[in-house]
């Protein structure tokens, strides 16, 4: 049954939907973590063995945002935000910036954000547009050095009891551009209540796609606008 706009959504994003912005997935050819090892620039191990190499690796990636734009896919989703009349989220696994840039703000970054930087004492989060080292002060409370703002693997990912709310709760749930392979976003689907329709679109089916009553496989900036077209023309 297709919802009114008045339905309660949620959407998850991943790295497929900023792949034709020119940002790099993590697990395709010639992803991310085919060029780095997760246990070298993840973690907090990483972290503390060699944090040099760790604020170089976020450094790189934080200046990459400033060669790309948000593509057709972001942007069609901050439309169904401004269209939509009933509860809105969109959760993203990714520490760009395309989905605010775009205009989403019903958003929560549950991995984190490369623009920002977190104290290593006081834990104050702030904006954070350039390069970090173990130089950097955390401007609150003048103390300590500040780390990039990403959830590393082994930590917990952010807002996750208002995601389950949100998830538990909605009529319609959206997967998008993620390869199920990192939980507990790849279970979120899992915690839907009987009933709700859940979608994914992806450029392949994901490792959880059976857990969906619907798989559209294609690229984002063609499956997104015209589900959304879908979505507020029905
Ligand atoms: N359109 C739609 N989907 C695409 C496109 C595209 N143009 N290009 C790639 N994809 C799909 C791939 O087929 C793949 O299934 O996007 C998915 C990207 O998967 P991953 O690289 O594993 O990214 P993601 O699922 O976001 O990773 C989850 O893992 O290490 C981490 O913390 C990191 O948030 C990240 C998490």
Redesign the pocket.
């Known amino acids: 049954m297709a919802p009114s706009t008045h339905g309660n959504l949620v959407l998850l994003t ?4 900023s ?2 912005s020119g940002l790099r ?4 050819a010639d ?1 991310l ?1 085919e060029n780095h090892r ?1 246990e070298e620039v ?1 973690t907090p191990e990483a972290f503390r063995r060699d944090p040099a190499l760790v604020y170089r690796f976020y450094n790189e990636r934080r200046r990459s945002l400033a060669t790309v734009q948000p593509n057709a ?1 972001h942007r069609a989703l901050a439309r169904l935000e401004r269209a939509w009349q009933g509860p809105f989220l969109l959760v993203t ?3 760009d910036d395309l989905h605010d840039r775009a205009g989403s703000r019903q958003l929560l970054h549950m ?1 984190g954000e490369l623009l920002k930087g977190r104290c290593l004492a006081c834990g104050a989060v702030q904006a954070w547009p350039g390069d970090m080292d173990q130089d950097s002060r955390c401007p609150t409370c003048q103390r300590a050095p500040v780390r990039p703002h990403i ?1 590393w ?1 082994g930590e917990l990912p952010l807002d996750m009891d208002r995601i389950y709310d949100a998830v538990e709760r909605c009529d319609v749930f959206v997967a ?7 939980y507990p ?1 790849a279970g979120l689907v899992q915690a839907v209540a009987p009933g709700t329709r859940t979608l994914e ?4 089916p ?1 490792l959880v796609a059976s857990a969906f009553g619907e798989a559209r496989t ?4 063609d ?1 997104v606008p015209a589900f959304v077209d879908e979505l507020l023309g029905g």
Request: hydrophobic share 45%; charged share 15%; glycine share 16%.
């Open positions: 991943g790295a497929g939907i792949a034709e997935t993590f697990r395709d992803g973590w997760v993840a896919a696994q990714n520490v991995h959830v693997f998008i551009g993620t390869s199920g392979h990192v976003a679109l992806n450029l392949e994901s294609g690229r984002a900036t499956l």
